[in-house]
């Protein structure tokens, strides 16, 4: 089945912040997702083709919540088992017309890093430096590295 932008926005939302208890950790991973979709350089650049969200959710090693299995192992949390609520839509509807969490910026990256702290860069190319932390998850804005990638 061929999910429409909206159902796989609502979808990696609730997969992606499952942990978090607020609405707000929901709009913080639909702000990074919209984020890749429309930055104008670099890797997710190229891969949105000029606003392609699946291929952004998609892209292979990003979302472990876009993936069925994970080290050879059948993944439950993926987004085929998820059954968006009034609130995911509201949030996908929310970020699909353009409107992003301040507190995340441009930020292109999350990660929950099962700590109390966050690395001071993430990927571990160095093309993303410590913005935020929110709940459980540190946000990585952009460096000047990343428009390399």
């Given at each position: 089945?061929?999910?429409s932008?909206?159902?796989?926005?609502?979808?990696i939302v609730?997969?992606e912040?499952?942990?978090?208890?607020?609405?707000?950790?929901?709009?913080a991973?639909?702000?990074?997702?919209?984020?890749?979709?429309?930055?104008?350089?670099?890797?997710?650049?190229?891969v949105?083709?000029?606003?392609?969200?699946?291929?952004i959710?998609?892209?292979?090693?990003?979302?472990?919540c876009?993936?069925?299995?994970?080290?050879?192992?059948?993944?439950?949390?993926?987004?085929?088992?998820?059954?968006?609520?009034?609130?995911?839509?509201n949030?996908a509807?929310?970020a699909?017309?353009?409107?992003?969490l301040?507190?995340?910026?441009d930020?292109?990256w999350?990660?929950?890093?099962?700590?109390?702290?966050?690395?001071s860069?993430?990927?571990?190319?160095?093309?993303g430096t410590?913005h935020?932390?929110?709940?459980?998850?540190?946000?990585?804005r952009?460096?000047?590295?990343?428009?390399q990638?």
């Open positions: 089945m061929a999910y932008d909206r159902e796989l926005l609502a979808r609730q997969c912040a499952r942990t978090e208890r607020e609405t707000i950790g929901m709009k991973v639909a702000t990074v997702t919209m984020n890749r979709v429309y930055v104008p350089n670099g890797e997710y650049a190229r949105s083709q000029g606003g392609n969200i699946r291929n959710i998609f892209q292979q090693g990003q979302f472990d876009a993936r069925e299995t994970i080290r050879n192992q059948y993944n439950p949390q993926n987004i085929y088992n998820m059954t968006p609520t009034e609130v995911h839509y949030i509807d929310w699909l017309v353009g409107n992003r301040n507190e995340i910026g930020c292109l999350y990660l929950n890093p099962f700590r109390p702290s966050c690395a860069t993430f990927p571990s190319n160095g093309s410590l935020t932390r929110l709940g459980e998850h540190c946000f990585y952009p460096t000047n590295k990343y428009s990638t």
